[in-house]
């Protein structure tokens, strides 16, 4: 089995597709990447170097630390990096990089909180006590506080602060103390520190023991669903702006083929022709529909208003004749409502539950698909499931930022 990374377990978790093309087919891009996945490496770069000298009793000035990260953005910046929102351009980026660099270095100078213990370490994760299932990872800053604690440093550069449950629920470096604590077995206590560089403030958490286990089982089973996937579909969202594996994609491959393409030439694609006739006549036949449901429905209560009036119960036309019946439909209380609870303990207290219970099998496809249940179950369940495949259209509109 592959030795797993936190990203490569987000990547999955973002979209399968993804995940795919770039750990399984290991397919190759052209595009250097995003300029915020740019950003965050040269401020990570400034930061080690920030510490590593620290070690050989150099400190670094504020003046050197700039420019060194100046140095390092020009000498690495590419024009194939890839500036989603084309209000900014790379200088606006690189002065975001110097003010969190400038922030950093005012709020922790002169950097004597805690003793590092190691910059960019590689640490190793056994989840279970076979070894099968393995993860790696770096940690940006390993440290030790006069209290006793280790601290395990994150620098996040993300534009957006996170709420609280995020710090609670972040699996990443909660990973990385599982790491730890195998490494360093007379560690006191963990503490998780993250530094939201953009926003100048710093976000500490701990995890129990017990969460860890947890943690090692929930990664474990997303691992034996990684492991078990097969048709890897593409879950298109608001970060498919940033993939690099657009072009290729199933969802956008046809998009990125028009994109170069010349006027005449993009109208005259096959494809964009027949997506164009169909929006045609598809909104054509919703105005028709619109139109002759409302005057259905109009007709449908004259008709019910005639039979009720002349007191009958079927009215004749020239070749057709129209029946008017009245339907019955039981209907029972809400599911959760107290209503619905008594209900339920009338029917066991007569022994006739087991007449009424049945098996929801809309919901059963839906935990199938949603791989809710354990890889062991589900694969049992496959069993005794037939999957009908078919191909709907759904139109939609084009969204113009």
Known sequence: MSTYSHSRLSCFEQCPQKYKLNYIDKVETEIEGSVEAFLGSRVHESLEKLYRDLRYQKENTLDELLTFLNEEWQKNWSDEIVIVNDKYTPENYLKMAKKYITDYYKRYQPFNQEKTL??????????????????????????????????????????????????EQDRQLALYAIGVKDRYPNVEDIRLVWHFLAFDKEIDSTRTDNELEILKQDTIELIDAIESEEEFPANPSSLCDWCEFKPMCR?????????????????????????????KLKNKQKQIDEELGSEIKKLEEAIKHF????????????????????????????????????????????????????????VIGKIIQEKTWNSELLKTLKKYVVIERSKRLYLSKIQID
């Not at 790696?136 to 006069?146: A, C, N, P, V």
């Not at 019955?328 to 303990?345: G, I």
């Open 307 to 362: 039979a009720e009036k002349e007191q009958i119960d079927v009215i004749f036309g020239s070749s057709n004749k129209v029946r008017i019946t009245i339907n019955e439909r039981y209907c029972f209380p809400l599911k959760h409502s107290k209503e619905r609870a008594e209900l339920e303990r009338l029917l066991k207290k007569y022994g006739k539950w087991d007449d009424v219970v049945q098996i929801d099998t809309s």
């Open 118 to 167: 190691a910059l960019e370490e590689r640490i190793r994760i056994n989840l279970d006590d076979s070894g099968k299932y393995k993860l790696q990872g770096y940690i940006d800053r390993l440290s030790e506080t006069k209290d006793g604690y280790y601290e395990i440093h994150d620098y996040k550069t993300n534009s957006r602060l996170p709420l609280p449950e995020y710090i």
């Open 251 to 279: 969802q956008w491959s046809h998009l990125s083929k028009l994109e170069n393409k010349p006027v005449n030439e993009y109208l005259n694609d096959p494809g964009v022709q027949l997506v164009n006739k169909y929006a």
